[in-house]
């Protein structure tokens, strides 16, 4: 790399962090707008459905259904009392990711990061503007339930936020795995062919 290499990608940074923080929101809010109008749907028309005695709608035959669960705790419905607990970590995750956001120089990070926000910003609204679930007290903010309504068999019900964390996951794993650090840099002791 010669010194005027070093130079042009010095003045590439600066101008392209801004970009990728768009990027990173821009993902956030595609999946913020999805994941609310599909758990829209979802109440609106699978809620009826299920709490009716109806049975859940196949897809794909048994291995993909649309049902309808309030999920007042996390994943395979562990820790049902402790929602607020839930709705503060979101809102932290969200902090930490918008703080780092500003730090990024690679597109498939900012992707990543915006996806995990998007998903988690996804649930949390859940968790502020629903009521808690059915036979619940009301306790306060941040208790409400969570919309979910896509069902594979032996794996929890989850919704779109649910997929976009996981998906952001495992992106995150495997750009680490190739060395790509958020900067976009190949990280220390990566050759530039990976």
């Given at each position: 790399?010669?010194?005027?290499?070093?130079?042009?990608?010095?003045?590439?940074?600066?101008?392209?962090?801004?970009?990728?923080?768009?990027?990173?929101?821009?993902?956030?809010?595609?999946?913020?707008?999805?994941?609310?109008?599909?758990?829209?749907?979802?109440?609106?028309?699978?809620q009826p459905?299920?709490?009716?005695?109806?049975?859940?709608?196949?897809?794909?035959?048994?291995?993909?259904?649309?049902?309808?669960?309030?999920?007042?705790g996390a994943?395979?419905?562990?820790?049902?009392?402790?929602?607020?607990?839930?709705?503060?970590?979101?809102?932290?995750?969200?902090?930490?990711?918008?703080?780092?956001?500003?730090?990024?120089?690679?597109?498939?990070?900012?992707?990543?990061?915006?996806?995990?926000?998007?998903?988690?910003?996804?649930?949390?609204?859940?968790?502020?503007?629903?009521?808690?679930?059915?036979?619940?007290?009301?306790?306060?903010?941040?208790?409400?339930?969570?919309?979910?309504?896509?069902?594979?068999?032996?794996?929890?019900?989850f919704n779109?936020?649910?997929?976009?964390?996981?998906?952001?996951?495992?992106?995150?794993?495997?750009?680490?795995?190739?060395?790509?650090?958020?900067?976009?840099?190949?990280?220390?002791?990566?050759?530039?062919?990976?």
């Open positions: 790399m010669t010194d005027g290499d070093a130079t042009e990608a010095a003045q590439e940074a600066p101008t392209k962090r801004p970009r990728l923080i768009w990027v990173t929101v821009g993902v956030a809010l595609g999946v913020i707008v999805l994941d609310q109008i599909t758990k829209a749907l979802a109440l609106a028309y699978l459905r299920i709490y009716g005695g109806g049975e859940p709608i196949e897809i794909l035959g048994p291995v993909l259904k649309l049902t309808f669960t309030e999920n007042t994943a395979f419905g562990l820790g049902s009392g402790f929602t607020w607990v839930f709705a503060l970590i979101a809102l932290v995750v969200a902090v930490v990711i918008l703080r780092t956001a500003r730090r990024l120089g690679s597109v498939a990070w900012a992707i990543a990061l915006g996806g995990l926000l998007g998903g988690a910003l996804g649930n949390l609204i859940d968790r502020v503007v629903r009521p808690p679930g059915i036979g619940e007290a009301y306790a306060g903010p941040g208790q409400g339930f969570v919309v979910d309504f896509l069902q594979l068999p032996n794996w929890p019900i779109v936020a649910d997929m976009a964390i996981v998906g952001s996951a495992i992106l995150m794993v495997l750009l680490t795995i190739r060395g790509v650090e958020l900067t976009g840099k190949p990280a220390a002791g990566v050759g530039a062919d990976g």
